[in-house]
């Protein structure tokens, strides 16, 4: 079993700041990609940004420059700081990791279950 739990989700004015955090845990060898999706009232969930076992990140444009993905790669765990919110921000974040189980070497999806994030004044 693998259990991913996020936090740092809140109601913040525009132009404030977050972090979001999300560790994994469970009977995990190997962890792929670590990454963050959203989603927002009747839309469909968007990639946010990844990062892979070597450190490489991806971003959907709209949150370039505002969005910082990290990981520690000890505590299976990934980040996201948030700069520069916009009310466009406003949606559940979940976290995402592709990882392989002790005993397996299938890449397997994992989600957790979400942090809402509301941008306001």
């Known amino acids: 079993q693998v259990q991913l739990v996020e936090s740092g989700g809140g109601l913040v004015q525009p132009g404030g700041s977050l972090r979001l955090s999300c560790a994994a845990s469970?009977?995990?060898?190997?962890?792929?990609?670590m990454g963050w999706y959203r989603q927002a009232p009747g839309r469909q969930r968007e990639l946010v940004a990844t990062i892979t076992s070597d450190g490489s990140t991806n971003y959907v444009d709209s949150v370039k420059g505002r969005f910082t993905i990290s990981r520690d790669y000890a505590k299976n765990s990934v980040y996201l700081q948030i700069n520069s919110l916009k009310p466009e921000d406003t949606a559940v974040y979940y976290c995402n990791a592709i990882l392989a189980t002790i005993g397996t070497r299938a890449h397997n999806n994992y989600w957790g279950q979400g942090t809402q994030v509301t941008v306001s004044s």
């Open positions: 469970g009977s995990i060898f190997i962890i792929y990609v």
